[in-house]
């Protein structure tokens, strides 16, 4: 079946150092959604990609679709505690049906 | 203020027994959606509904059953026949009507066994 795999599956940084998450999927993606879980926290929505090749910035996070539609990264630039949770990448294809990867945990030492 | 609510927070199950987890949202969404959540893992679709009167089935649906009589409303029951019913289940929704747009979701509610 459609699968969407993220790693790495837990990084532990110093705060300042920089982060990457990566996601690929099994299958082309109509979007790929990108949502961040605090700890203790439910899911919260961050951003959409939709066009291939599309990198969007929030601040300290930059989003990045792959060309073929199929793969994504978040990469924080200097992390700080705040940043502290599980990012999941979620992969759209049709219907109604988001296809969630198991998230990357992000440990920030102050 | 628009959104989903979850209850109860904490919920505890004895054996053989059913539990109904409740989700409710104001936010005049289309679609909703269960998840269950295991330690340290992604999100796994049990239910889905796009429309009132209307579930689909998910990856994981063995175990729980649905309900949606009213938009607003998509409660889920945890049977007996789960074996292994102890997670955090999250609610979602999204709309209108398309499947792709951002997930909103609830607090959650963890579920144990006694």
């Known amino acids: 079946g459609q699968q969407v795999m993220q790693i790495p599956q837990y990084q532990h940084v110093q705060e300042g150092e920089d982060f990457t998450t990566y996601c690929n999927s099994s299958?082309?993606?109509?979007?790929i959604q990108w949502y961040k879980q605090r700890p203790g926290g439910h899911p919260v929505f961050l951003i959409q990609?939709?066009?291939?090749?599309e990198v969007k910035k929030q601040k300290r996070l930059t989003f990045q679709f792959g060309e073929a539609k199929k793969n994504s990264s978040l990469h924080i630039t200097a992390t700080q505690t705040t940043d502290v949770g599980t990012y999941f990448c979620?992969?759209?294809?049709?219907?109604?049906?988001?296809?969630f990867g198991a998230g990357t945990r992000l440990f920030v030492k102050a | 203020d628009g959104g989903i609510t979850q209850s109860p927070k904490y919920l505890f199950r004895k054996e053989g027994q059913n539990v109904t987890l409740s989700c409710e949202q104001n936010?005049?969404?289309?679609?909703m959606y269960w998840y269950r959540q295991d330690p340290g893992q992604g999100l796994r679709l049990i239910y889905y509904?796009?429309?009132?009167?209307?579930?689909q089935k998910g990856d994981i649906a063995e175990g729980y059953s649905v309900s949606r009589e009213k938009k607003e409303s998509f409660p889920l029951t945890v049977t007996s026949a789960q074996k292994n019913p102890t997670a955090f289940y999250l609610c979602?929704?999204?709309?209108?009507?398309?499947?792709?747009?951002?997930?909103?979701f609830g607090d959650g509610t963890r579920l144990s066994i006694l």
């Open positions: 990609l939709v066009k291939s090749g």
């Open positions: 936010l005049n969404h289309d679609a």
């Open positions: 299958t082309t993606l109509s979007n």
């Open positions: 509904s796009q429309i009132v009167n209307d579930f």
């Open positions: 979620a992969g759209y294809t049709g219907g109604f049906k988001t296809i």
């Open positions: 979602a929704s999204n709309g209108p009507f398309r499947g792709d747009q951002p997930q909103h």
